[in-house]
């Protein structure tokens, strides 16, 4: 049974339905088989979490199975590398196949074997055309396709053909198998479609075992019955192909070669999630072209990337819910990602402090040498979680934007003669003020009231509007900090004729020194936490060593991006 962490309630969707329906007709004896079959030629990225979630969703909420299938029929362009990431991003989505871990090379054979039943019922011939050849009969949307000279062979040369094509007889391009359908037919897709390919190459798991491969419309629709899948889900770009798996099921059924009842084919929406671009080929260029730094960038869209990111599992599994399943294809705000993943990260993060851009505070009237402990919650909202205790002195730092000299009306953090709450600390006033030779502010320099610590009864009668956070400059962790943005200033960047890449934002990633809390030293591995003020953070997967971590930003607290100016490209 297909298995996963902390079910969420279902919405109901057309997809259900069908399910419901079927299930009340009793079609499969109440059976529910689903399958996620990608091609094991690239990482999957954040749209293939909503198929993920959806066919291993159904198989759960309806106690059925859910089949993870290789389509590996293009050995050209498939590794094993993308076998193994492909397992591990469904693995980490918290998904579980169980004994349900199939291949479509497992089918070869009988592939092979149904292909030969087509051409010994008249149903399938070999084609000498080139593929340039085979386009221009295939004819258009308007006007139909030619019939190919070859396509009235004789069915002995046509099985002697095949088996001297499987034999390595030709070379790569010399023919093709097709199947005898309707080259007038108005869907493009049934005009006998080619079901086999010439092509010298070895393959990750049978190795040189073929030379000739089959091609995904004729093999999806027979691993499929093969499997007994019942409700076989794909997104609405092979609804035009729904036609042709039918035909070929139906065929084989009809011969007794396959039983009824014969698995459905379903389409929805795929996923198009704005300032992203989900094409496999993209991501490729992006990667090839050193765009990005790999798969893994914490700025793709790949499962492997959002994971380094810092997002989580149940944030993917709640966006996926929350964004639902229609037959209408619409554009998704990656807001709506953004915000899955602080709604789960708010509940679970404790919080920290750290201070991205340093600007140095001294109290020059606390003692020096002198160093105490204040309190601070781990998690403002969960008492249980505890307090930690951060070290203050006389030499702190503070955020750079949390002075000013000249500061408008209304602003009440630190500013010459002003009083601000060092948050979790003391009440300080600014006397004075350090500068370079450029005129730039480098140090400033305050006054503490002594009896205003927080969490003293002094503290009540110190009421102030400004309230920063802060480190102890001696104690403080220096620490990289990578700010992690959206990778195009686009919403649409693949769209309108333009090269997507022209849409690159290059403030996406800015990579700092920072200072962070000392007992972060400590942090592990995919340790998230709250910076107070300046979002979410991961520990790097990579990067992170004992003693010394590298945080990414995962998300910040709250979209920032400008919603009415869809071209901005910095915050």
């Known amino acids: 049974m297909a298995k996963t962490p902390n079910k969420l309630p279902f919405a109901p969707n057309f997809i259900r339905n069908i399910v419901d329906q079927d299930n009340a007709t009793r079609k499969w004896g109440g059976r529910v088989e689903t399958r996620f079959p990608p091609e094991p030629n690239g990482y999957l990225h954040i749209g293939h979490a909503k198929s993920i979630c959806l066919n291993f969703g159904l198989a759960r909420d309806y106690r059925g199975e859910c089949h993870m299938r290789f389509d590996d029929t293009n050995p050209t362009k498939e590794e094993q590398e993308y076998v193994d990431s492909i397992?591990?991003?469904?693995r980490w989505l918290g998904f579980d196949?169980?004994?349900?871990?199939?291949?479509?090379?497992?089918?070869f054979d009988k592939l092979y074997e149904f292909a030969e039943h087509f051409i010994k019922t008249g149903k399938a011939y070999v084609d000498s055309l080139s593929a340039d050849e085979i386009r221009?009969?295939?004819?258009?949307?308007?006007?139909?396709?030619?019939?190919?000279?070859?396509?009235n062979r004789p069915v002995e040369e046509n099985l002697d053909l095949f088996r001297r094509m499987k034999a390595g007889e030709f070379p790569d391009g010399t023919h093709v198998l097709r199947l005898k359908i309707d080259m007038a037919s108005p869907n493009i897709n049934m005009r006998d479609p080619a079901i086999y390919r010439i092509r010298h190459a070895d393959h990750h798991r049978t190795g040189g075992k073929w030379c000739i491969y089959p091609l995904y419309d004729y093999t999806h629709c027979i691993s499929d019955a093969l499997e007994n899948i019942t409700h076989s889900i794909c997104t609405l770009e092979f609804e035009d192909h729904?036609?042709?798996?039918?035909?070929?099921l139906n065929e084989l059924a009809n011969d007794g070669d396959l039983k009824r009842p014969l698995p459905q084919q379903i389409e929805f929406a795929r996923l198009n999630l704005t300032y992203t671009v989900m094409s496999k080929r993209k991501?490729?260029?992006?990667?090839?072209?050193?765009?990005?730094?790999?798969?893994?960038?914490?700025?793709?869209?790949?499962?492997?990337?959002?994971?380094?990111?810092?997002?989580?599992?149940?944030?993917?599994?709640?966006f996926c819910e929350r964004i639902g399943v229609s037959k209408a294809d619409s554009w998704i705000d990656i807001g709506m990602l953004e915000d899955a993943l602080r709604d789960d990260l708010n509940e679970r993060a404790e919080r920290r402090i750290a201070v991205l851009k340093p600007l140095k505070l001294i109290i020059d009237n606390y003692p020096d040498g002198k160093v105490e402990e204040c309190e601070a919650p781990n998690h403002p909202q969960k008492p249980e979680l505890g307090k930690r205790k951060l070290p203050f002195s006389k030499t702190l730092y503070i955020e750079h934007e949390d002075f000013m000299e000249n500061p408008p009306q209304g602003y009440f953090r630190l500013s010459p003669n002003a009083e601000v709450r060092l948050r979790y600390a003391y009440v300080v006033k600014c006397v004075g003020v350090e500068k370079n030779k450029q005129g730039e502010v480098e140090a400033i320099h305050c006054t503490y009231d002594a009896q205003s610590k927080s969490?003293?009864?002094?503290?009540?009668?110190?009421?102030?509007?400004?309230?920063?956070?802060?480190?102890s400059a001696a104690q403080a962790l220096r620490a990289e900090v990578r700010l992690y943005d959206r990778l195009f200033t686009h919403p649409h960047p693949d769209a309108g004729g333009k090269d997507y890449k022209e849409f690159l934002n290059p403030h996406s990633k800015e990579v700092?020194?920072?200072?962070?809390?000392?007992?972060?030293?400590?942090?592990?591995l995919e340790d998230r936490f709250q910076f107070e003020r300046h979002g979410y953070f991961v520990t790097d997967l990579k990067d992170t060593k004992p003693g010394k971590p590298v945080f990414n930003r995962a998300v910040t607290l709250r979209d920032s991006w400008t919603k009415h100016d869809p071209a901005r490209a910095v915050r």
């Open 87 to 90: 397992l591990d991003s469904v």
């Open 97 to 107: 196949w169980g004994k349900h871990l199939y291949y479509a090379s497992d089918y």
């Open 136 to 151: 221009q009969h295939r004819g258009t949307l308007t006007e139909a396709g030619k019939e190919s000279p070859y396509r």
């Open 242 to 248: 729904r036609p042709l798996y039918d035909w070929v």
């Open 283 to 318: 991501l490729i260029e992006l990667v090839e072209g050193k765009y990005v730094d790999g798969w893994d960038d914490p700025r793709m869209n790949t499962l492997v990337g959002v994971h380094r990111r810092g997002y989580t599992p149940e944030s993917i599994r709640l």
């Open 455 to 471: 969490g003293t009864a002094g503290a009540e009668a110190r009421k102030v509007k400004g309230n920063i956070h802060w480190l």
């Open 512 to 524: 700092i020194s920072a200072y962070l809390e000392p007992g972060l030293a400590s942090a592990k």
